[in-house]
């Protein structure tokens, strides 16, 4: 049975059946937890939709601790549990499926997990790399050179309004 665990330690167990299917499709119109397309795939890289859905999922545990929808989405306060509750839903959905599609569903939603943690490891690249520390210096360099043309223009008593204006707007040479 899929569960997760919010920020504030209460542990959920989501289910998936034919009313919170329809309590889905009411709260975010169109979309069908059965269907592997386009739109579910979206849905479920969102936290914001994720927070609907799960909500959806637990809502009758949620009648009976007496959690808003409200302090329910504010459980959902970190990466960390938005992952976990992702990996409950799509656990759920696998076992919602026919037993010889199920393996195809996981299938579909390794790789998804593979796609992000490879546009992590990418971005940490870009991130980390020396061609956005360049960037980052010549950008530097070039507000140092506009700020001391807007300094010098007004220590000399010139007009300044170049100077401002050029210091106000970013180089677009990078």
Known sequence: MAKFTDSKGHTWHPTLNIQTLRDVRDTLPG???TSLDKDLLEKIQDPFSI???MFCL???EAKERDISPEAFGRGLA???VIMEARR???EEIVNFTQ???QESWRTVFRKMNELQLAQSTLMMEVLGGEK???VIEKQLEAAKIQLDALL???ISGEPSTNAAESLASPSSDT
């Open 31 to 33: 979309l069908d937890l």
């Open 51 to 53: 927070g609907l859905i």
């Open 58 to 60: 637990c809502e009758e």
């Open 78 to 80: 970190s990466g960390e």
């Open 88 to 90: 409950a839903l799509c």
């Open 99 to 101: 037993k010889d599609s």
């Open 132 to 134: 956005l520390d360049r």
């Open 152 to 154: 010098e223009a007004e």
